[in-house]
Every structure is written in structure tokens, then in C-alpha cells.
């Protein structure tokens, strides 16, 4: 079977898997909704906060979309032994892991429909305005986030503290990074922080697609700050990686 | 002989620990060979090599041609893998997990035909997470088969079984000699070895101590286990180099007191004695 096909029925394979877990699923879509729903009745009337508060929880949907749920599911699928049968097959490797990350791509996708649909039915923000720089920033969200979730699972010892690191990296993250604030209003070294974390920028980007119409090319250093994380992203995720548990 | 396997001064090293010493050994194509050993013997290091899992330290490995640490897809397409232990996605059925694997195969064997084989026919539409342990296991057999591999490896592919459950285990790998495959199978079972394995090189400490089929491994050995029961109906047993001149000693006592030696028997040493005899010494060291 040809390469791609393969990767496309590893993708269904992906696909079909997340369904059957409806709960999580549920929950998994569910999570920024509620924040979403939370923020949008404390800022209930305020347009300026529920301008900042959607874009943050859209890049916020990207990252747990890409970088949470990787950094999870691979820590998983090593600890479990599912990659080290799998390098046993004749799929290779780059093949098995497009489909978990064109999985991961989807979920993004269509959590940023719904908070995107749900900003435009409850909090006033209107369709996208530049639907170009929608679709940039959200891949390159995504790549970035991806890769550095990818290379998070690498410095996870075991399944059972997965929670543990993955919370300690997103949690503090969402917080600085501007989600449920904007960034500009933060103290100096907060901001500082910030700027150098890429989640700002993906929202950044996000704002200016959604709300102010900013497009690429008026967003291009924020555009180069996720490149750089994507590139050191890449680079951690592919040197890192490990077929099997360290527990021999 | 057609060569499937063939494995020279094979060694591996984790730091300082040496798992292979310096193994050699050959696999012929159609052959079920069998490394036996105790927990520990390097016996799973070795096997992972050969599947491209792990790099060598030092030797020359050669399985169906290929250097399995170049990891090449064209070795990978006609081997199957059984690991050790491997977990497997939860939420997938049996036989929608053997279609899937059938697909990275470029001539796959029918699902259903692969399902009848690994006794999985009635879970075919159960979730692995719901399978038993043994069933697993089965899952585990099925999955290496569907691309129809001229080698399979099988690494402890009965350890945790009950009784039951291991004699299905070797009825499929006696189905998998008769289909002419070449298997690898690692154990730490004697009765596993000698009834599985065409040839059987006994492990320990990352070297090979014997090799041959289990009959020979026996006759290789001179001591001879020779029991009887006395006129108290006492059991006794010895063993002996030399059984021609014990049971003349034995017979030509009974004969003077008008004894009879009652259950004689003289019994060739079994693979078991070969192995505990040899893997003995390995335990005073350590």
C-alpha cells in the first residue's frame, strides 16, 4: 500500500479510537467551551474583555488540542509498549506518527469551530476577519505545539506522572500567556515571559484573525517567534524520541 | 541448509553490565529453534537484536540476509514479532486491529484464516481492552502472522499461562512449523523447549553453555540416573558416569542377599539434567 494511503488509514484508525472514548471526547471539547462560558458571563457586556477572552481560549483550544494531548498519548503509547510494536511493522515511522499528528490537527480544528461558533453566537465576536491568517496561524499553532508536545512526552519518566508534567508546563502557561487577560495590561516581567512563550503569539495571531482583521503580513514577528519554537520543537521531538519504556 | 538466522560473536553491553558475551549460533530456514535459559540470560537482548530492536555491541548478525540494525522495511514485511511484553490500543476490536496490521503488509494473510489460527475467531468483535490476559496474548500471535512472515519471533510466548492455554500457544507454533516458518522462540521453560524446538542452545549469563536438538543435549551428557526401590520398599537413586558398573554392583548385591530391585530403571539424562547441570555452576557464581 502506498505511503499515503497508509497514513490515511492510520488516521481513521485515530479517528475511530478518539470517538470510542465518547466521555473523554465530550470532555476533551467540552473543557474551553465552559471556560469560555465562565469568562463570557464574568465579562458579561464588557466587548473589550470578550475580544481578548475568545481569541485566548481558541489559542488556548490549540495548544490542549496539540501539545497536551500528544505529550499524553505518547507518553501512553510508549509506556504501554503500542510504539515499540508498531517499529516492529512494516509502517514507517514517519508515516505512524503523521496520522496521530493529522488526529491531533483535526481536534484543533474543530475545537477552534466551536469556540469560534460560540463567540459569534454568545459573545459578539462576529465571523472570522481574515480567514488567511486563521489558517497560518493556526497551523503553525499547531506544528509548534505538536512537536514541543511530542518533546515534553520524552522527559516524562512514566505514565503515572504524565499529569503531573504536562499540568506543570500548560497550566502556568495559559495563565502568562494572555488567555483569560490581555497581556498588554500584565506587569513588565510577566509580559517579558510572555513574549517569549509562543501561546502569546499564536493569540496574537488569532486576535488579529478573529477580531481586529490584522493579517500575516502586520503579524509576521509574532509569526517568527512560533517558527523558532517550532523549529526547537522539531529538533527535541525527532532526538528525543524513544520506541519503548526506559524500565527494562 | 538454508540459512534464515545466523549469529556471530554476538555481544551487547548496557554500560557496564554485559548482557551477550560472545554468542554464535545458526537458524535454518523451517527450523524452530529455542533459546532456553533462566530470567536474565541476555536471552530477550539477543532476540531483540535480531528484530532490529536494539544495536549490537560487537558480531555479525545476518537475518534472511539482512542486518537488522539497518531496520529495513523489506526484513520487516517477512518477520513477525512477539514481544514480551506489548501493550496494544484499547479501544479497536480483534479483528478490526488484524485488518489494520494486515494493511502494513504488501501480501497480507486473510483475517479470518489469521483469527481461526490464533483461536480468536469468537472475540472477533470484542475491544482489546476487554480481553484476558491469555487472549492478549493470542492478539499478540495473530498480529505477527497477518503479513504471512517467513520468521517469527517469540519472545517467552507462554510465560503467565495456565496449563490449558499453553498447550493451545504450542499447537500454533507446531502450525507454524507446518506451514514451513522459521521460528526464534525464547523460554525459560525446559518442557516448553524439548516440546517446541527442532534445536535448543541453552543460555546463561550472555553466553551459549550447549547447543543441539533436546534428545542429543541429553545423550551429550554421561550421567545416567539410575533408581530403584529395595526390599523395605525404599526409593533410591543415583547418579552415575558409569551405569554398566553401577548395576552390576547393585544386581550382584541383591542377587547375594536374594533380593529382587524392584521399579529398576536406568533413564538417559533429559534435557532437564543437561540444563540444571549446566546452568548449576552459574548459580554458584553468582
Known amino acids: ?248 | 541448509m538454508s540459512v534464515a538466522i545466523e549469529v556471530r560473536g554476538l555481544a551487547k553491553r548496557y554500560g557496564d553490565v554485559e548482557a551477550v558475551r560472545g554468542i554464535d549460533f545458526v537458524v535454518a530456514r523451517g527450523e524452530v529453534f529455542g533459546l532456553l535459559g533462566p530470567n536474565g540470560a541476555g536471552k530477550t537482548t539477543t532476540v531483540e537484536i535480531l528484530e532490529g530492536h536494539r544495536e549490537r555491541t560487537a558480531g555479525e548478525v545476518s537475518v534472511l540476509g539482512h542486518d537488522p540494525q539497518r531496520r529495513e522495511r523489506a526484513l520487516r514485511e517477512r518477520v513477525g514479532i512477539v514481544l514480551q511484553s506489548c501493550g496494544m490500543y484499547r479501544h479497536v476490536t480483534v479483528r478490526e486491529a488484524v485488518a489494520h496490521w494486515a494493511g502494513f503488509y504488501p501480501h497480507p494473510r486473510d483475517v479470518d484464516e489469521v483469527l481461526d489460527l490464533a483461536g480468536l475467531s469468537e472475540q472477533a468483535g470484542v475491544r482489546t481492552g476487554r480481553l484476558s490476559g491469555g487472549q492478549l496474548r493470542r492478539l499478540d500471535f495473530a498480529l505477527a502472522l497477518v503479513g504471512d512472515p517467513e520468521l517469527i519471533f517469540l519472545d517467552e510466548p507462554t510465560t503467565g499461562f495456565d496449563p490449558a492455554a499453553r498447550r493451545q500457544a504450542w499447537d500454533t507454533v507446531r502450525s507454524l512449523r507446518d506451514l514451513g516458518k522459521t521460528v526464534l522462540l525464547t523460554t525459560h521453560y525446559l518442557d516448553e523447549a524439548q516440546a517446541l524446538a527442532d534445536r535448543v542452545a541453552i543460555v546463561q549469563d550472555g553466553r551459549i553453555l550447549a547447543q543441539g536438538a533436546p534428545g542429543d543435549l541429553g545423550a551429550g551428557s554421561t550421567r545416567y540416573r539410575v533408581a530403584w526401590r529395595d526390599a523395605e520398599g525404599e526409593a533410591h537413586e543415583r547418579v552415575t558416569d558409569d551405569p554398566t558398573g553401577l548395576l552390576h554392583e547393585l544386581t550382584t548385591d541383591a542377587l547375594a542377599r536374594g533380593e529382587r530391585l524392584e521399579e529398576l530403571s536406568v533413564t538417559r539424562p533429559t534435557l532437564e539434567d543437561v540444563y540444571l547441570e549446566l546452568t548449576a555452576g552459574g548459580d554458584a557464581r553468582a
Request: overall charge neutral; charged content about 15%; hydrophobic content about 55%.
Open chain 1, 1 to 248: 500500500m502506498h505511503d499515503v494511503a497508509l497514513s490515511w488509514r492510520q488516521y481513521r484508525l485515530e479517528r475511530r479510537m478518539f470517538w470510542r472514548n465518547p466521555s473523554a471526547a465530550f470532555f476533551n471539547f467540552l473543557f474551553p467551551l465552559i471556560l469560555l462560558a465562565l469568562f463570557g458571563a464574568v465579562f458579561a457586556g464588557d466587548q473589550e474583555a470578550l475580544d481578548v477572552i475568545v481569541p485566548g481560549i481558541a489559542g488556548m483550544a490549540v495548544m490542549a488540542t496539540t501539545f497536551t494531548a500528544l505529550a499524553w498519548n505518547m507518553t501512553f503509547l510508549r509506556e504501554q509498549g503500542v510504539l515499540k510494536r508498531m517499529r516492529g511493522t512494516p509502517l514507517p515511522p514517519a508515516v505512524y506518527l503523521s496520522g496521530i499528528a493529522l488526529s491531533a490537527l483535526t481536534n484543533a480544528v474543530l475545537q477552534l469551530a466551536l469556540v469560534i461558533a460560540a463567540g459569534r453566537a454568545f459573545f459578539g465576536t462576529g465571523w472570522p476577519q481574515d480567514w488567511a491568517a486563521l489558517a497560518v496561524f493556526t497551523a503553525a499553532g499547531v506544528v509548534c505545539f505538536a512537536a514541543l508536545g511530542v518533546a515534553l512526552s520524552h522527559a516524562i519518566p512514566n505514565f503515572d506522572s504524565a499529569g503531573a508534567y504536562i499540568n506543570a508546563v500548560f497550566l502556568p502557561v495559559i495563565l502568562i500567556s494572555g488567555v483569560f487577560y490581555d497581556v498588554a495590561e500584565a506587569p513588565g516581567f510577566i509580559k517579558d515571559i510572555a513574549e517569549a512563550l509562543p501561546l502569546k503569539h499564536v493569540i496574537d495571531g488569532l486576535s488579529g484573525a478573529l477580531i481586529t482583521g490584522r493579517g500575516v503580513a502586520d503579524n509576521w514577528e509574532a509569526l517568527a517567534v512560533i517558527g523558532l519554537w517550532a523549529t526547537a520543537g522539531i529538533v527535541l521531538a525527532v532526538r528525543g524520541f524513544s520506541w519503548e519504556s526506559r524500565r527494562r
